[in-house]
């Protein structure tokens, strides 16, 4: 009775702070309609703030809460809302997620300059870990802080919406921005100020939780992901459904921990949450297609079929000669990249051209390349279990996120793509380690041979390119391009947008899982930090920043992904920086939406109205936008 | 064809529809009317399926769709066109049309072939000089335009066509009238809402009137001129416009 009585305590303490961080989420999410993926990343330097000015500086406790939570984090929210999320009201979930993930990015860079992960930080918990005991149970003062100080901010933010004149223009905002507008709130001042909100309540969570766990910079990012999963229980909307959800989550956690026999805890626990996340979609029910959404990106134009296999020999080509005047190392960096481009195809075709987000791209590429590693030794039926178990995982993924916003899918891969790092990849059942995986083989030819293999994949990618662009001109793409402009006016000529997009993640999924295949085959094995989620955020970034409307953008940002760790290897301090200078370029993206290729395209076509002559200009530049 | 019955959709504290019923025959041609607001194309999004009534039920041939998908409705030969413009704007004006075909193409059955479909309904609506452009550089009235050519290009049975001549300047809107008129004549029936009361009262050979939610009156055209609601409703919330 004392152990269960002891777990519930820890269960309700940790569940207590996530509550707080997804009441945070649920504030900013609904009165702005922009999720914050760097929700948990602020808690994570508000932490680490803490940290620092009351351990490093040694300043008073009761000050450093002070400055964090009332001056640093209100301020930190604000100023992202006023720089980086009002440019976005009314984008498409593709570019606002791309700008939160950014900023995520960023600040795990910038963490990681502040705070080197080589020293370990230690956080002492309040009240120096005094504790009373309460009929034979010893209950930390620490932990009667966390649940006292949740429980205030719980009955202050019921009365804060219920009473204030601010929280009920909030909630009115919610409801619909212009009616809140035509009443004579602002509904950018009360956006800001929920933003500002967000912030102290990430914050406060941060503080909380930190001295609870370590110090680490990714873990308390990440551990946001049980906030959101809190915060799908409560359809992103409710509070006390949210702040159960947590509660749940923490309670289940604990009790699992204290009962459940120890395989079946480290293979479960840190899946809850996306257990808790997908089962609570399930229960969600089909949303509505909304007329009168903001249309989709302009994109630059597709080339012709002829072009394109042309640009795609001379390629092929041109790799075939530089090839031969690479060193081994340079082959396997320049192999990786290509390998990477072709990986980054599946990303045009889903996001690009279908408009849909997925954050566990490299969970599917690893997949590839499980199911090459232990099907067949490089025979096509590697190949083809490479295909079908990443197209088949992507496909029950679709099947119970289709029906809901793009946001849905993004938060499932994201769940997914974590819980698949801990349960899968870095377990016994997955790799342990390292999992040989053979190159394919082709009658008549070694490829074996690290050129004839580089040679290959640009043959591979020069393919896959030539496809995705033909695909793109023909119906299926017209529907996807379509869809991602307007939904509902898709659905009412008859197209069913959830079949579509099933189709084409199953499909980008496949795709990934191919590339997993040449990936494995490249270096000869795997091991489960080749497909850690935040590599495959940073894929996604890369992408978007290349440019996901064109297949040239896909292939500058795969080289530039693959030369990321040579980079590093030279010059060890660039690492922390090339997160930065990524997570930065994102945020731009809040103004420049079409990315590098994007820009490529335009320049080309401007470079082309400045040969013509005036009358001709006009036309080009008025096509180029 | 099509029929609506006591349909009620509120949102928050607003009654966007209350009570409303009405039918459409097959190849009539029968005018939706009332000041903003009123809810005519929250009404058009019920038989659509892109908003859930409350209450009421939705009719097409003789089948409850009230519960049905839009994509599985659109499939019954329902067709719309959008007051805020759902274009899709990365694709050019002959690739919209063409979308729609090659989607009708892929649940109808011995369809021809899409690119002829195109040619002919971008033809028809006299967009045909303009297929090759890009949809983000045209005017409101053309992209109106574009809307009903997608929509014609599914070949529905029933079309809605919710405002499709604002925008349009007198000889344009003259042109669209003889567009409505021949396309019932080929046997399409016609949802029109439309604030060009002229156009209106051309071409409709039945008119309901909408405000605050409620039908307050149906009839032909001149009968509805005549009412006394009818003019009531207007001059209390949008003064001149029966009149213009
Ligand atoms: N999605 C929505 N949420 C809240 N209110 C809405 C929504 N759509 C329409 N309304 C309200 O319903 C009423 C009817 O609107 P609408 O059908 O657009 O009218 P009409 O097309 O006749 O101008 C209006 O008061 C409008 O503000
Ligand atoms: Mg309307």
Redesign the interface.
């Given at each position: 009775m004392t152990t269960f009585l002891a777990l519930t305590l820890v269960g309700l303490v940790v569940g207590c702070i996530y509550a707080l961080t997804a009441c945070g989420l649920v504030v900013t999410y609904t009165t702005s309609g922009v999720f914050n993926f760097a929700h948990g990343a602020i808690g994570m330097v508000a932490a680490f703030t803490y940290w620092q000015l009351s351990v490093g500086w040694g300043l008073p406790v009761w000050l450093s809460l002070l400055l964090v939570l009332l001056v640093m984090a209100p301020l930190m929210g604000a100023l992202v809302e006023r720089v980086l999320v009002r440019p976005l009201y009314g984008a498409p979930i593709g570019v606002t997620l791309v700008v939160t993930l950014g900023l995520l990015i960023s600040l795990i860079g910038l963490a990681n300059l502040a705070w080197p992960p080589t020293t370990t930080r230690v956080l002492p918990k309040f009240f120096a870990g005094r504790t009373v005991t309460l009929a034979s149970l010893v209950v930390s003062y620490n932990e009667i802080l966390v649940i006292v100080t949740a429980a205030l901010v719980a009955v202050t933010l019921r009365s804060f919406f219920t009473r204030t004149r601010t929280g009920i223009a909030m909630r009115a905002v919610v409801d619909d921005q212009e009616l809140a507008a035509l009443a004579g709130t602002n509904p950018q001042r009360v956006a800001q100020l929920s933003w500002a909100l967000g912030a102290t309540l990430a914050a406060l969570a941060g503080v909380l939780l930190a001295p609870l766990v370590t110090l680490d910079i990714l873990g308390l990012t990440l551990l946001v992901i049980n906030g959101y999963a809190a915060a799908m229980v409560g359809r992103l909307r409710h509070l006390p459904a949210t702040v159960s959800g947590a509660l749940a989550l923490g309670l289940l956690d604990s009790w699992l921990i204290g009962y459940a026999p120890g395989g079946v805890v480290n293979v479960l626990k840190p899946a809850l949450p996306m257990f808790l996340l997908f089962g609570a979609v399930l229960f969600l029910k089909q949303e509505r297609l909304r007329a009168g959404s903001l249309a989709g990106v302009r994109m630059p134009r597709t080339p012709s079929f002829r072009r394109s296999v042309g640009s795609a020999a001379a390629f092929v080509v041109a790799a075939w000669v530089v090839s031969g005047q690479l060193s081994a190392a340079n082959l396997a960096t320049g192999g990786q990249g290509l390998v990477l481009a072709f990986i980054m195809l599946s990303l045009v075709l889903l996001s690009g051209y279908g408009g849909q987000v997925s954050l566990c791209q490299l969970t599917f590429v690893g997949l590839g390349a499980f199911a090459m590693g232990k099907i067949g030794g490089g025979s096509p039926l590697g190949l083809l279990g490479a295909i079908a178990l990443p197209a088949a995982t992507g496909a029950l993924i679709a099947l119970t996120v289709v029906r809901l916003r793009g946001l849905y899918l993004a938060l499932a891969t994201l769940a997914f793509a974590q819980a698949m790092d801990v349960i899968f990849f870095s377990r016994a059942l997955g790799y342990g380690g390292n999992l040989e995986v053979a190159r394919p083989s082709l009658p008549g030819i070694d490829l074996g041979n690290d050129r004839t293999y580089f040679v290959l994949l640009a043959v591979v990618f020069a393919v896959g390119a030539v496809g995705v662009l033909a695909l793109r001109r023909r119906a299926f793409g017209r529907r996807l391009v379509a869809l991602n402009d307007s939904p509902a006016a898709c659905a009412t000529m008859g197209v069913s947008v959830a079949t579509t997009k099933l189709i084409v993640l199953t499909a980008s999924a496949g795709l990934a899982g191919l590339g997993g295949a040449l990936f494995g085959g490249l270096h000869g094995s795997v091991s489960p930090n080749d497909f850690v989620l935040l590599n495959s955020l940073l894929l996604l970034l890369l992408a978007t920043l290349g440019g996901l409307y064109t297949v040239s953008g896909a292939f500058l940002a795969a080289m530039f992904y693959a030369l990321f760790p040579v980079l590093q290897n030279r010059y060890p301090g660039l690492g922390q920086v090339s997160y930065l200078l990524t997570g930065l370029g994102a945020l731009s993206l809040g103004r420049n939406r079409y990315g590098m290729g994007g820009q490529l395209a335009d320049l080309g076509e401007r470079l082309r109205a400045w040969r013509l002559p005036a009358g001709q200009q006009a036309e080009v530049l008025h096509a180029a936008g | 064809m099509l029929q609506v019955e006591s349909v009620d959709v509120r949102f928050?504290g607003v009654q966007a529809l209350a009570d409303v019923s009405l039918c459409v025959d097959s190849g009539s041609l029968v005018g939706l009317i009332g000041p903003n607001g009123a809810g005519k194309t929250t009404l058009f999004?019920v038989i659509?399926?892109?908003?859930?009534p409350a209450r009421g039920r939705v009719v097409l041939d003789g089948r409850d769709v009230t519960r049905l998908?839009?994509?599985r409705r659109?499939?019954l030969g329902?067709?719309?066109t959008?007051q805020?413009i759902?274009?899709?704007?990365?694709?050019s004006v002959r690739?919209?049309v063409?979308?729609?075909a090659?989607?009708?193409r892929?649940?109808g059955h011995d369809e021809p072939d899409?690119a002829r479909t195109a040619t002919d309904v971008l033809e028809r609506v006299g967009l045909a000089d303009l297929a090759g452009e890009?949809v983000?550089?045209l005017s409101t009235g053309l992209l109106r335009l574009v809307e009903v050519a997608?929509?014609l290009?599914?070949r529905p049975s029933l079309l809605l066509l919710d405002e499709p001549g604002s925008g349009l300047d007198g000889t344009e809107s003259e042109a669209l009238g003889t567009l409505l008129l021949d396309l019932v004549s080929d046997g399409v029936a016609i949802l029109l809402v439309e604030h060009d009361v002229e156009l209106v009262m051309r071409v409709c050979q039945q008119l309901h009137v909408l405000d605050f939610g409620r039908v307050i009156a149906s009839g032909t055209p001149s009968q509805v001129r005549q009412n006394a609601a009818v003019q009531a409703a207007y001059l209390g919330a949008d003064a001149g416009v029966v009149h213009a």
């Open positions: - | 928050g999004n659509t399926g892109l908003e859930m998908p839009p994509h659109a499939r329902l067709g719309r959008f805020r759902e274009v899709f704007s990365s694709l690739d919209n063409l979308a729609a090659e989607a009708r892929s649940w899409p890009r983000d550089g997608r929509a290009a599914s």
